[in-house]
Nanobody
């Protein structure tokens, strides 16, 4: 069974950067699309970004376009989320999630139906 573990969270100053990692175990990620989500207390979960199983297609929520970059290294069974220019309002837990992919080149964060979730990584943005 595929399991996901996020890492790389922490405290960063406003305008700062972090790189989150989502490491998979139990099986390879070659046939899994990966999405990143976040959910602040009292707010709905927000899909941030998605990358296709092949890595050829990535998309982003409008709120993070130009500041977040998703990438993957299937040889390392890991997906990354580079987060730049963070704001205090983006303090929350970030989750990665996976969906087995019939078509390896497709992924859309607006419609990703998740099979399994990681436990999350806390990102705190404060001066």
């Amino acid at each position: 069974q595929l399991q996901l573990v996020e890492s790389g969270g922490g405290l960063v100053q406003p305008g700062g950067s972090l790189r989150l990692s989502c490491a998979a175990s139990g099986k390879g990620l070659d046939y899994n699309a990966i999405g990143w989500f976040r959910q602040a207390p009292g707010k709905e979960r927000e899909g941030i970004s998605c990358i296709s199983a092949s890595g050829s297609n990535a998309n982003y929520a409008d709120s993070v376009k130009g500041r977040f970059t998703i990438s993957r290294d299937n040889a390392k069974n890991t997906v990354y989320l580079q987060i730049d220019n963070l704001t205090p309002g983006e303090t929350t837990v970030y989750y990665c999630a996976t969906k087995s992919a019939v078509v390896r080149t497709l992924c859309d964060i607006r419609s990703l139906v998740v099979d399994s979730w990681g436990k999350g990584a806390l990102v705190s943005v404060s001066s």
